[in-house]
């Protein structure tokens, strides 16, 4: 099973920047299609970014983060980041990274690592 392990979370105030990284010690990461999610209790957890597998850099965004946050992937750290600049309160959740497998391994291959706290406060 793909275990992963998010980092680089903290409190900051309006208009601060965060680089979130995720990393596994699974050799197949450049065949995971990778992705960020953030949720705050009481509500599902939503896309924030994706990127696809592989060497390319085919990226997607939710709306209320486009143009100041940026998903990127190194595969040879096994890696997947997700900068995240002019940070607002209404970005405050757990963030969890999400490794999908699905066009490889099959429809159970999805994993989430357990979630790093971003708050953004005045």
Known sequence: QVQLVESGGGLVQPGDSLRLSCTTGDQYF???AMSWYRQVPGKERELVADITAGGGGVTNYAESVRGRFIIFR??????????????????????????????????????????????VSS
């Open 30 to 32: 450049s065949s995971y």
């Open 74 to 119: 190194d595969n040879t750290k096994n890696a997947v980041y997700l900068q995240m600049n002019s940070l607002k309160p209404e970005d405050t959740a757990v963030y969890y990274c999400c490794a999908d497998g699905t066009d490889w391994y099959g429809p159970d291959s999805v994993y989430w690592g357990p979630g790093t706290q971003v708050t």
